[in-house]
Every structure is written in structure tokens, then in C-alpha cells.
């Protein structure tokens, strides 16, 4: 992890809720972010959640800000919907850059476009490709994902 420009972190409780109809999990900001990070928009942050640490980015939507907990975070952190859980919080003024998987990278090296078109994708966009890749169980998948990454890439669609 990066350090942040704030001296303490935050730390708070929220609840971990889960979006109706779909396995999305988030949590909503308890404080004003603009007071506290000084934007109203997207902050980049860095934490722990019951000790686990994670990097990830904080939105805003209707006045308030979320934190998307992704299953990986879930896991790790051993979560589920509707837990209380403790979190620790600070912006990240870290650089932020994402290191392809092996496979990921050979197929970027071969196709000279995707490799130009993967430079100019914002961090986020990079890490979404990065985990639908290493989220895939089968070889096969993997395989079909990285092929669907090279291919929007071509064709510059973002994920």
C-alpha cells in the first residue's frame, strides 16, 4: 500500500449492504468526504476492513459516497451482507498502476494496438480487465477473457 497525505487514518463502522437482486455488496460513508478527503468526487482510497487491507476508490451517488466490497475483498475479509464492520480509511496520493498477469501481458505484447490502447486506460479500467482475468477458475475462461480483453481493446470499447 501507498501512504496517504492524512497524518490518521479514518475509522469507523458501517454496514456492509448488499444491492437487491445481485451479489453487489457496498458501504455507505458515514462522514462528509469533501470535509475530510476534499473532493466531492471519486477519492482514491487505502484501508483495512476487520483488518484486511484493501485499495480501492470511493464514489459518490446521491450525496453520499460508497465503498464497493468485491468478492475478493468479501473473502478475504470473511464478510457477508448485512455485517457491522470496522473500517480504516485514508487517501491514497500513491501512484497508481496495474501489473498485468503473465498471460495478460504476452497477448498485449503481440497485438501492438491493444498494448498502445491498454497504456491509456485509466487505472481502474486496467485493474476491471486484470480481475474478470484472474477471477476466471477454468483455464479455458481465462483464456476467453483475455482474448475479450485484446479484442476490446482493439476496438477501444472499455469494460
Known amino acids: 500500500m501507498t501512504e ?6 479514518v475509522r469507523f463502522k458501517a454496514t456492509l449492504t448488499r444491492e437487491p437482486d445481485s451479489s453487489a455488496t457496498f458501504l455507505a ?4 468526504v469533501f470535509e475530510v478527503f476534499g473532493s466531492r468526487s471519486r477519492v482514491p482510497v487505502i484501508g483495512t476492513i476487520n483488518g484486511f487491507p484493501y485499495k480501492s476508490t470511493i464514489s459518490p451517488f446521491g450525496g453520499v459516497h460508497y465503498l464497493g466490497v468485491n468478492r475478493q475483498l468479501r ?11 470496522e473500517i480504516e480509511m485514508s487517501i491514497d496520493t500513491g501512484p497508481r498502476f496495474i501489473i498485468p498477469p503473465k498471460d495478460l501481458t504476452t497477448a498485449l505484447d503481440i497485438n501492438i494496438q491493444a498494448r498502445k490502447n491498454w497504456k491509456r486506460l485509466s487505472y481502474s479500467h486496467q485493474k476491471q480487465y486484470v480481475d474478470a482475468v484472474e477471477e476466471a477458475k477454468k483455464p479455458e475462461t481465462r483464456a476467453s477473457r483475455i482474448q475479450k480483453t485484446i479484442q476490446d481493446l482493439i476496438n477501444e470499447k472499455k469494460i
Not at 496517504?4 to 487514518?9: A, G, I, Q, Y
Open 75 to 85: 473473502e478475504g475479509a470473511r464478510l457477508k451482507a448485512g455485517d457491522v464492520v
Open 4 to 9: 496517504s497525505s492524512n497524518p490518521e487514518p
Open 29 to 32: 460513508i458515514p462522514f462528509n
